[in-house]
T-cell receptor
């Protein structure tokens, strides 16, 4: 167990559904991240939060909406997704943001399939 | 823009063999390089982190080297075991974790 927990592990949704991915970290970290991992592609950074404030949005479509109610929890709200959004969505945390040499701790991911 | 390439994309070896995984990056202005392991359908686990001022790091049967000037890193796995089967990713950063650029990984299969 890495200390970063993601639920659900698997999710199948239609293009008109609304769903949410949840991430919780038990490490006392101040920064949390959402990554997208598509098959055979490098990880893509989607959003970064530091102390509950969003500090980065890497041109992610508005059908993905992040929420960070406190430094331990991070959500990714999904609505009207497209089939090409099917991927493994990974949450990560680090002690602080902007510190050089910081290590990332990853959750196990949510495997999302959009039909 | 930084690009990270890992070759080969997949590798299959018999148990007990020593092996080398390769990672190359286009911009040598990095602060650190990390190697991660990813099991199927799971998240990433950090294996080794090399600062730009270092040449290598070792952890058990794993040894990672960094040649910043040539834009290359290798991950050496000694006496491979079936439990080493996973995808190995490298990532480089000019500074903080949020600036990491990942490669696509090498999928390793160690046959019993």
């Amino acid at each position: 167990e890495t200390g970063v927990t993601q639920t659900p592990r698997h999710l199948v949704m239609g293009m008109t559904n609304k769903k949410s991915l949840k991430c919780e970290q038990h490490l006392g970290h101040n920064a949390m991240y959402w990554y997208k991992q598509s098959a055979k592609k490098p990880l893509e950074l989607m959003f970064v939060y530091s102390l509950e404030e969003r500090v980065e949005n890497n041109s992610v479509p508005s059908r993905f909406s992040p929420e960070c109610p406190n430094s331990s929890h991070l959500f990714l709200h999904l609505h009207t997704l497209q089939p090409e959004d099917s991927a493994l969505y990974l949450c990560a945390s680090s002690q602080d943001l902007g510190k050089t040499g910081e290590k990332l701790f990853f959750g196990s991911g949510t495997q999302l399939s959009v039909l | 823009k930084q690009e990270v390439t890992q070759i080969p994309a997949a590798l299959s070896v018999p148990e007990g063999e020593n092996l080398v995984l390769n990672c190359s990056f286009t911009d040598s202005a990095i602060y650190n390089l990390q190697w991660f392991r990813q099991d199927p359908g799971k998240g990433l686990t950090s294996l080794l982190l090399i600062q730009s001022s270092q040449r290598e790091q070792t952890s058990g049967r794993l040894n990672a080297s960094l040649d910043k000037s040539s834009g290359r890193s290798t991950l050496y796995i000694a006496a491979s075991q079936p439990g080493d089967s996973a995808t190995y990713l490298c990532a480089v950063s000019p500074g903080s974790a949020r600036q990491l650029t990942f490669g696509s990984g090498t999928q390793l299969t160690v046959l019993p």
